[in-house]
Every structure is written in C-alpha cells, then in structure tokens.
C-alpha cells in the first residue's frame, strides 16, 4: 500500500507561483501529478522516476518542473507563471511497475488532492 498526502495548493493571481508537495508513506518507481478542472477529464501533468527521468505535459513544460526526494518520501510540483486555465484539482499518483507512462486508472494510488486556483 501507498498513501499520499498533498499540501501547497492555494489561491494565487495569474503569473503566480505555487509549489506542490507530496508526502508519501512509500516511494514507487513512478510518481506524478494529474489535475482536474472543473467539468473536465483527469490531466496528467507531469511524472518521474526514481532516478529523476521527468515527463512534463505539453500544456505545462516549461512553466512547471517536477521533482521528488526519494530519501525523504516526498514529490514535488513548482508550478511558475500560472494561468487561470491551471485552476483544478491536483492529485498526487504512484504507480507500480518498472514503466512511467499511463492514464489514471493505470496509477493505483491516490491523494486526496489539493486545490489550485488562479484567478
């Protein structure tokens, strides 16, 4: 079993920054962020590997970089130069097996999500 914990969200004008973090009681191979807006599908925003190997999101490359520290059971999620079209929720995932790739019912464990909105 995995659990995840997330804290960080907030309210932030747009061109803000916010940073995500994630405790989790036991770190996968493959950890990351999806999001849910409002009246929309789940988003996978980013992901990475144990050894660091990140993916970002077409919609978010470049304005937010994930990160994790394996020592201290924790993922990370700085989100810079926010949007209004960023307000969702964010939830922590992990997923097992050797592979980083997949759509939500691929990752097995989830937070409880934090709030982001942007305004």
């Known amino acids: 079993q995995v659990q995840l914990v997330e804290s960080g969200g907030g309210s932030v004008q747009a061109g803000g920054s916010l940073k995500l973090s994630c405790a989790a009681s036991r770190m996968t191979n493959c950890m990351g962020w999806f999001r849910q807006a409002p009246g929309k599908d789940y988003e996978g925003v980013a992901r990475i590997t144990t050894s660091g190997f990140p993916f970002h999101s077409g919609t978010v490359k470049g304005r937010f970089t994930i990160s994790r520290d394996n020592a201290k059971n924790t993922l990370y999620l700085q989100m810079n130069s926010l949007k209004p079209e960023d307000e969702a929720m964010y939830y922590c995932?992990?997923?097992?097996?050797?592979?980083?790739?997949?759509?939500?019912?691929?990752?097995?464990?989830w937070g409880q999500g934090t709030q982001v909105t942007v305004s």
């Open positions: 995932v992990s997923r097992a097996g050797r592979y980083c790739t997949g759509e939500p019912v691929d990752f097995a464990y």
